[in-house]
């Protein structure tokens, strides 16, 4: 595709309910990253892959944070019994080379809300 | 302690007029990249401009430079001839190196709010 695209650009959870988040970066991109921006804040980072493999979770705030990349391409990021606090907006972002200052590109991010 | 600080929540310029958006880091790695990402209402990060450290020269893309000063850790954002479509959100990033022992991501600030005023 021409861009990273995220899907769904809104959610809405009750609290408890689990939600799953799609991203789908640009073709052939090797790299993938998971972010978590709450209001009025900049990004956080929540985990990396490259191609399928999940290199560094180290940002998921908890047990309940499951983000997968099985063929290297599209990313679910899965966040099960959903709380308040989880809501934020969800940026995907990929980059076509493994390295620490390659450019990546974003998605417009999925915004969740729990209530 | 904070890697990546921004100390202008808000601004406001007028249009035309050049704007510089501060931007200080911390790090001990010798080998590191600083970012600045735009990011409109809509909700999208758009990538200005990359500095490496070990750049000798300042970063330049079109309108935007980065004024890199290494000894004082920072970085700041110069946007000349400012335009009405600059208004934004913008970032500052950090992503450090192997040795540096975080995460793979990219550290933001917390951002400037930038209004351009007609």
């Known amino acids: 595709g021409a861009g990273v695209s995220q899907s769904p650009r809104y959610k809405v959870a009750k609290r408890g309910q689990d939600v799953a988040l799609r991203c789908d970066p640009i073709?052939?991109?090797?790299?993938l990253f998971w972010y978590q921006q709450a209001l009025g804040q900049g990004p956080e980072f929540l985990t990396y892959?490259?191609?399928?493999?999940?290199?560094?979770k180290s940002g998921l705030p908890s047990d309940r944070f499951f983000a997968e990349r099985p063929e290297g391409s599209v990313s679910t990021l899965k966040i099960q019994r959903t709380q308040q606090e989880d809501s934020a907006v969800y940026l995907c972002?990929?980059?076509?080379?493994?390295?620490?200052?390659?450019?990546?590109?974003f998605g417009q991010g999925t915004r969740l809300t729990v209530v | 302690a904070q890697k990546i600080t921004q100390t202008q929540p808000g601004m406001f310029v007028q249009e035309k007029e050049a704007v510089t958006l501060d931007c200080t880091y911390d790090?001990?790695?010798?080998?590191?990249?600083l970012f600045w990402y735009k990011q409109p209402s809509s909700g999208e990060m758009i990538f200005l401009i990359y500095?490496?450290?070990?750049?000798?020269q300042n970063a330049t893309e079109g309108r935007y430079s980065l004024n890199f000063q290494k000894a004082r850790k920072s970085a700041n954002l110069v946007i000349s001839a400012s335009q009405l479509g600059d208004s934004a959100m913008y970032f500052c990033?950090?992503?450090?190196?192997?040795?540096?022992?975080?995460?793979?991501?990219?550290?933001f600030g917390k951002g400037t709010h930038l209004i351009i005023q007609p």
């Open positions: 892959f490259q191609n399928e493999a999940q290199l560094d």
């Open positions: 790090t001990s790695d010798q080998s590191y990249g």
């Open positions: 500095q490496g450290s070990y750049d000798e």
């Open positions: 972002a990929s980059s076509y080379q493994v390295g620490e200052f390659t450019e990546a590109f």
């Open positions: 073709s052939g991109h090797v790299s």
């Open positions: 990033a950090m992503r450090e190196g192997p040795s540096g022992g975080g995460a793979d991501g990219l550290t």
